[in-house]
Protein backbone atom coordinates (compact mmCIF):
# COMPACT_ATOMS: atom_id res chain seq x y z
CA UNK A 1 0.00 0.00 0.00
CA UNK A 2 0.89 3.92 -0.95
CA UNK A 3 0.21 6.82 1.06
CA UNK A 4 -0.84 8.64 -2.44
CA UNK A 5 -1.11 12.61 -2.43
CA UNK A 6 -3.21 13.87 -5.03
CA UNK A 7 -2.33 17.69 -6.43
CA UNK A 8 -3.52 19.85 -9.10
CA UNK A 9 -1.38 21.55 -11.05
CA UNK A 10 -3.09 24.43 -13.07
CA UNK A 11 -1.27 26.99 -15.23
CA UNK A 12 2.14 25.87 -13.80
CA UNK A 13 1.26 26.39 -10.41
CA UNK A 14 0.12 23.82 -7.84
CA UNK A 15 -3.11 24.41 -6.53
CA UNK A 16 -2.96 24.33 -2.14
CA UNK A 17 -6.19 21.98 -1.65
CA UNK A 18 -4.71 18.39 -2.11
CA UNK A 19 -5.73 15.02 -0.96
CA UNK A 20 -4.13 12.07 0.48
CA UNK A 21 -5.16 8.08 0.05
CA UNK A 22 -3.94 5.28 0.90
CA UNK A 23 -3.93 2.82 -2.67
CA UNK A 24 -2.79 -0.52 -3.62
CA UNK A 25 -0.73 0.75 -6.26
CA UNK A 26 -0.77 2.98 -9.62
CA UNK A 27 -3.47 0.98 -10.91
CA UNK A 28 -5.86 2.19 -7.44
CA UNK A 29 -4.08 5.62 -8.16
CA UNK A 30 -5.37 6.15 -11.37
CA UNK A 31 -8.79 5.05 -10.52
CA UNK A 32 -8.97 7.32 -7.54
CA UNK A 33 -7.76 10.24 -9.45
CA UNK A 34 -10.42 9.49 -12.34
CA UNK A 35 -12.91 9.79 -9.52
CA UNK A 36 -11.60 13.16 -7.95
CA UNK A 37 -11.54 14.66 -11.25
CA UNK A 38 -14.80 14.10 -12.19
CA UNK A 39 -15.82 15.17 -9.17
CA UNK A 40 -14.33 18.05 -9.67
CA UNK A 41 -15.78 18.48 -13.27
CA UNK A 42 -19.16 17.92 -11.39
CA UNK A 43 -18.73 20.90 -9.56
CA UNK A 44 -17.03 23.39 -11.73
CA UNK A 45 -17.56 22.31 -14.91
CA UNK A 46 -17.92 25.21 -16.22
CA UNK A 47 -14.18 26.49 -15.73
CA UNK A 48 -12.71 25.77 -19.25
CA UNK A 49 -9.42 26.14 -17.19
CA UNK A 50 -9.82 22.85 -15.78
CA UNK A 51 -9.24 20.90 -19.40
CA UNK A 52 -5.63 22.20 -19.24
CA UNK A 53 -4.85 21.19 -15.77
CA UNK A 54 -2.71 17.94 -14.76
CA UNK A 55 -3.62 15.36 -11.39
CA UNK A 56 -0.03 15.07 -9.65
CA UNK A 57 -0.13 12.21 -7.65
CA UNK A 58 2.91 11.74 -5.68
CA UNK A 59 4.03 9.16 -2.99
CA UNK A 60 4.85 10.18 0.82
CA UNK A 61 8.50 10.87 -0.25
CA UNK A 62 7.49 13.16 -2.82
CA UNK A 63 8.31 11.04 -5.68
CA UNK A 64 6.26 11.35 -8.85
CA UNK A 65 4.10 8.49 -9.07
CA UNK A 66 1.53 9.60 -12.00
CA UNK A 67 0.96 13.02 -13.92
CA UNK A 68 -2.64 12.60 -15.43
CA UNK A 69 -4.17 15.98 -17.66
CA UNK A 70 -7.52 16.09 -16.73
CA UNK A 71 -8.92 16.21 -20.64
CA UNK A 72 -6.88 12.10 -20.74
CA UNK A 73 -8.51 11.39 -17.19
CA UNK A 74 -12.19 12.38 -18.42
CA UNK A 75 -11.77 10.39 -21.56
CA UNK A 76 -10.20 7.69 -20.02
CA UNK A 77 -11.86 4.30 -21.42
CA UNK A 78 -13.45 2.04 -19.01
CA UNK A 79 -12.43 -1.52 -19.04
CA UNK A 80 -15.13 -3.97 -18.35
CA UNK A 81 -15.11 -6.03 -15.23
CA UNK A 82 -14.55 -9.49 -16.07
CA UNK A 83 -16.44 -12.16 -14.05
CA UNK A 84 -16.01 -15.54 -14.77
CA UNK A 85 -19.22 -16.84 -12.89
CA UNK A 86 -21.31 -13.92 -15.08
CA UNK A 87 -22.86 -15.17 -18.04
CA UNK A 88 -24.28 -12.72 -20.83
CA UNK A 89 -27.82 -11.81 -19.62
CA UNK A 90 -30.22 -13.34 -23.04
CA UNK A 91 -33.75 -11.48 -22.68
CA UNK A 92 -36.56 -14.10 -22.81
CA UNK A 93 -39.60 -14.41 -25.18
CA UNK A 94 -42.34 -14.77 -23.95
CA UNK A 95 -44.50 -17.50 -24.54
CA UNK A 96 -47.70 -16.69 -25.83
CA UNK A 97 -50.76 -18.02 -24.73
CA UNK A 98 -52.98 -20.75 -26.63
CA UNK A 99 -55.28 -17.83 -27.54
CA UNK A 100 -52.45 -15.51 -28.54
CA UNK A 101 -51.16 -17.89 -30.49
CA UNK A 102 -54.87 -19.05 -32.25
CA UNK A 103 -54.94 -15.44 -32.93
CA UNK A 104 -51.61 -14.27 -34.07
CA UNK A 105 -52.03 -15.09 -37.82
CA UNK A 106 -55.52 -12.99 -37.91
CA UNK A 107 -53.78 -9.90 -36.01
CA UNK A 108 -51.22 -10.33 -38.98
CA UNK A 109 -53.93 -9.92 -41.57
CA UNK A 110 -56.07 -7.53 -40.10
CA UNK A 111 -52.83 -5.66 -39.39
CA UNK A 112 -52.12 -5.95 -43.25
CA UNK A 113 -55.60 -5.17 -44.08
CA UNK A 114 -55.24 -2.12 -41.75
CA UNK A 115 -58.44 -2.79 -39.92
CA UNK A 116 -58.18 -3.82 -35.88
CA UNK A 117 -59.32 -6.83 -34.12
CA UNK A 118 -61.89 -5.34 -31.67
CA UNK A 119 -62.14 -6.92 -27.98
CA UNK A 120 -65.37 -8.26 -27.59
CA UNK A 121 -67.58 -6.46 -25.02
CA UNK A 122 -67.47 -7.78 -21.43
CA UNK A 123 -63.79 -9.61 -21.95
Known sequence: MVRAQ????????SLPASAAQWVADTDA???AARTIVQGL???????PRLLGATM???????????????LDVLYMPVEPVCDADRRPRVPRKRAPTRLGAALGPMRRLAG???ARIQPRPGH
Open 112 to 114: ALG
Open 41 to 47: MRQHGGD
Open 6 to 13: FTIRLDGA
Open 56 to 70: VITDADGATLLELPF
Open 29 to 31: ARD
